[in-house]
Protein backbone atom coordinates (compact mmCIF):
# COMPACT_ATOMS: atom_id res chain seq x y z
CA UNK A 1 0.00 0.00 0.00
CA UNK A 2 1.35 3.55 -0.74
CA UNK A 3 3.09 5.24 2.13
CA UNK A 4 0.50 8.19 1.98
CA UNK A 5 -2.40 6.14 2.11
CA UNK A 6 -1.29 4.22 5.48
CA UNK A 7 -0.67 7.95 7.04
CA UNK A 8 -4.32 9.03 5.91
CA UNK A 9 -5.66 5.81 7.54
CA UNK A 10 -3.78 6.44 10.74
CA UNK A 11 -5.04 10.36 11.03
CA UNK A 12 -8.31 9.45 9.78
CA UNK A 13 -8.93 6.13 12.38
CA UNK A 14 -6.09 5.96 15.04
CA UNK A 15 -4.71 9.33 15.65
CA UNK A 16 -7.04 10.42 17.78
CA UNK A 17 -7.75 7.81 19.68
CA UNK A 18 -3.84 8.28 20.70
CA UNK A 19 -4.35 11.76 21.64
CA UNK A 20 -7.68 10.43 23.76
CA UNK A 21 -5.39 8.22 25.84
CA UNK A 22 -3.62 11.31 26.83
CA UNK A 23 -6.35 13.79 27.24
CA UNK A 24 -6.24 13.28 31.17
CA UNK A 25 -2.68 13.86 31.62
CA UNK A 26 -3.04 17.35 29.78
CA UNK A 27 -6.19 18.16 32.44
CA UNK A 28 -4.72 20.27 35.72
CA UNK A 29 -7.46 19.34 37.26
CA UNK A 30 -5.55 16.10 39.57
CA UNK A 31 -2.55 17.04 41.51
CA UNK A 32 0.97 15.63 39.97
CA UNK A 33 1.09 12.66 42.31
CA UNK A 34 -2.49 11.20 40.85
CA UNK A 35 -0.87 11.59 37.40
CA UNK A 36 2.60 10.05 38.08
CA UNK A 37 0.42 6.72 39.30
CA UNK A 38 -1.91 6.65 36.69
CA UNK A 39 1.17 6.95 33.91
CA UNK A 40 2.86 4.45 36.01
CA UNK A 41 0.17 1.87 35.30
CA UNK A 42 -0.87 3.34 32.22
CA UNK A 43 -4.84 4.93 33.20
CA UNK A 44 -6.60 5.75 30.06
CA UNK A 45 -9.77 8.01 30.42
CA UNK A 46 -11.94 5.67 31.15
CA UNK A 47 -10.05 4.16 34.17
CA UNK A 48 -9.48 0.94 31.90
CA UNK A 49 -6.02 0.39 31.69
CA UNK A 50 -3.62 0.31 28.43
CA UNK A 51 -2.88 -2.97 27.05
CA UNK A 52 0.75 -2.64 27.86
CA UNK A 53 1.24 -1.80 31.60
CA UNK A 54 -1.46 -3.96 32.14
CA UNK A 55 0.67 -7.11 31.26
CA UNK A 56 3.18 -6.10 33.89
CA UNK A 57 3.76 -7.36 37.50
CA UNK A 58 1.38 -5.28 40.16
CA UNK A 59 4.72 -5.50 42.12
CA UNK A 60 6.62 -3.94 39.88
CA UNK A 61 4.04 -0.74 39.11
CA UNK A 62 3.78 -0.84 42.59
CA UNK A 63 7.82 0.01 42.79
CA UNK A 64 8.08 2.22 40.01
CA UNK A 65 4.83 4.25 41.22
CA UNK A 66 6.68 4.40 45.08
CA UNK A 67 9.90 5.89 43.28
CA UNK A 68 8.61 8.36 41.50
CA UNK A 69 6.19 9.61 43.94
CA UNK A 70 9.45 10.81 46.31
CA UNK A 71 8.95 14.40 46.25
CA UNK A 72 12.76 14.93 45.29
CA UNK A 73 11.81 13.13 42.00
CA UNK A 74 8.47 15.03 41.87
CA UNK A 75 10.68 17.97 42.31
CA UNK A 76 12.88 16.67 39.49
CA UNK A 77 9.72 16.23 37.16
CA UNK A 78 8.50 19.91 37.76
CA UNK A 79 12.24 21.29 36.79
CA UNK A 80 11.99 19.18 33.29
CA UNK A 81 11.83 21.50 29.97
CA UNK A 82 11.68 18.99 27.46
CA UNK A 83 10.31 15.39 27.23
CA UNK A 84 13.95 13.94 27.19
CA UNK A 85 14.58 15.32 30.55
CA UNK A 86 11.23 13.85 31.88
CA UNK A 87 12.39 10.29 30.17
CA UNK A 88 15.90 11.04 31.84
CA UNK A 89 14.24 10.80 35.09
CA UNK A 90 12.25 7.99 34.82
CA UNK A 91 15.26 5.85 32.75
CA UNK A 92 17.20 6.46 35.91
CA UNK A 93 14.88 4.41 38.08
CA UNK A 94 16.02 1.40 36.92
CA UNK A 95 13.78 -1.44 38.18
CA UNK A 96 13.81 -5.13 36.44
CA UNK A 97 10.48 -5.53 34.54
CA UNK A 98 10.25 -1.98 33.56
CA UNK A 99 11.86 -1.62 30.60
CA UNK A 100 12.02 0.64 27.39
CA UNK A 101 8.82 0.74 26.41
CA UNK A 102 7.15 1.21 29.94
CA UNK A 103 9.67 3.78 30.77
CA UNK A 104 8.86 5.47 27.48
CA UNK A 105 5.07 5.29 27.98
CA UNK A 106 5.37 7.08 31.41
CA UNK A 107 7.20 9.25 30.01
CA UNK A 108 5.18 9.92 27.57
CA UNK A 109 2.38 10.54 29.77
CA UNK A 110 3.85 12.69 32.01
CA UNK A 111 5.05 14.79 29.18
CA UNK A 112 1.56 15.33 28.13
CA UNK A 113 0.60 16.49 31.55
CA UNK A 114 4.05 18.88 31.65
CA UNK A 115 3.02 19.95 27.48
CA UNK A 116 6.29 18.23 26.77
CA UNK A 117 6.71 15.64 23.63
CA UNK A 118 9.59 13.86 22.07
CA UNK A 119 10.94 15.40 19.41
CA UNK A 120 12.84 12.05 18.02
CA UNK A 121 10.74 8.80 17.44
CA UNK A 122 11.80 6.36 20.18
CA UNK A 123 11.74 2.78 18.63
CA UNK A 124 11.09 -0.44 20.71
CA UNK A 125 8.94 -3.12 19.80
CA UNK A 126 6.26 -2.59 17.02
CA UNK A 127 7.77 0.93 16.63
CA UNK A 128 11.19 -0.19 15.28
CA UNK A 129 9.92 -3.53 13.69
CA UNK A 130 7.67 -0.76 11.68
CA UNK A 131 10.71 1.31 11.03
CA UNK A 132 13.20 -1.43 9.94
CA UNK A 133 10.75 -2.51 7.58
CA UNK A 134 10.17 0.98 6.61
CA UNK A 135 13.47 2.31 6.27
CA UNK A 136 15.33 -0.99 5.52
CA UNK A 137 17.25 -0.20 8.93
CA UNK A 138 19.75 -2.90 9.94
CA UNK A 139 21.67 -2.80 13.63
CA UNK A 140 24.53 -0.92 12.36
CA UNK A 141 22.80 1.40 10.86
CA UNK A 142 24.17 5.22 10.94
CA UNK A 143 20.90 6.64 11.41
CA UNK A 144 20.19 4.95 14.56
CA UNK A 145 21.33 6.76 17.69
CA UNK A 146 20.56 5.58 21.75
CA UNK A 147 19.50 7.40 24.35
CA UNK A 148 21.98 7.59 27.19
CA UNK A 149 24.08 5.45 24.96
CA UNK A 150 21.51 2.48 25.85
CA UNK A 151 20.89 0.42 23.18
CA UNK A 152 17.61 -0.46 24.73
CA UNK A 153 16.52 3.12 24.12
CA UNK A 154 16.97 3.70 20.56
CA UNK A 155 15.83 6.43 18.15
CA UNK A 156 15.83 8.23 15.09
CA UNK A 157 15.41 12.12 14.28
CA UNK A 158 12.44 12.59 12.84
CA UNK A 159 14.15 13.88 9.65
CA UNK A 160 14.88 9.98 9.08
CA UNK A 161 11.51 9.27 7.66
CA UNK A 162 9.90 9.48 4.50
CA UNK A 163 7.85 13.35 3.05
CA UNK A 164 4.72 11.37 4.27
CA UNK A 165 5.57 11.61 7.70
CA UNK A 166 6.76 14.71 8.44
CA UNK A 167 3.57 15.92 9.55
CA UNK A 168 2.91 13.96 12.09
CA UNK A 169 5.01 14.67 15.39
CA UNK A 170 7.61 12.08 16.77
CA UNK A 171 4.98 10.35 19.29
CA UNK A 172 2.31 9.95 16.40
CA UNK A 173 4.92 8.52 14.20
CA UNK A 174 6.46 5.86 16.67
CA UNK A 175 2.85 4.82 17.57
CA UNK A 176 2.62 5.09 13.43
CA UNK A 177 5.02 2.94 12.99
CA UNK A 178 4.09 -0.13 15.64
CA UNK A 179 0.38 0.19 14.54
CA UNK A 180 0.79 0.36 10.73
CA UNK A 181 3.43 -2.01 10.80
CA UNK A 182 2.13 -5.26 9.23
CA UNK A 183 1.26 -2.91 6.07
CA UNK A 184 4.72 -1.20 6.02
CA UNK A 185 6.90 -2.13 2.77
CA UNK A 186 10.70 -2.36 2.56
CA UNK A 187 12.19 0.52 0.90
CA UNK A 188 15.25 0.72 -0.60
Same mark, same amino acid.
Given at each position: ???????????????????????????????????????????????????????????????????????? +????????????? +???????????????????????????????????????????????????????????????????????????????????????????????????????
Amino acid at each position: MILSTLVNQYEKNMASYEEWKLSDFRSKYKKIEEHIKDAVWGYLPNRKRDSHQAQLDKGVLEEVTQQLLDQA +IIDQLNQCNSFDE +ILIVIYRIKIKGFGALSVYDTALRLGAYYHLYPDVVYLHRGAEDGAKRLLNLTPSDKRIKYFCNDSNYPYLPKESFPIELQNLTAHHIENFLCRMKEDLILRS
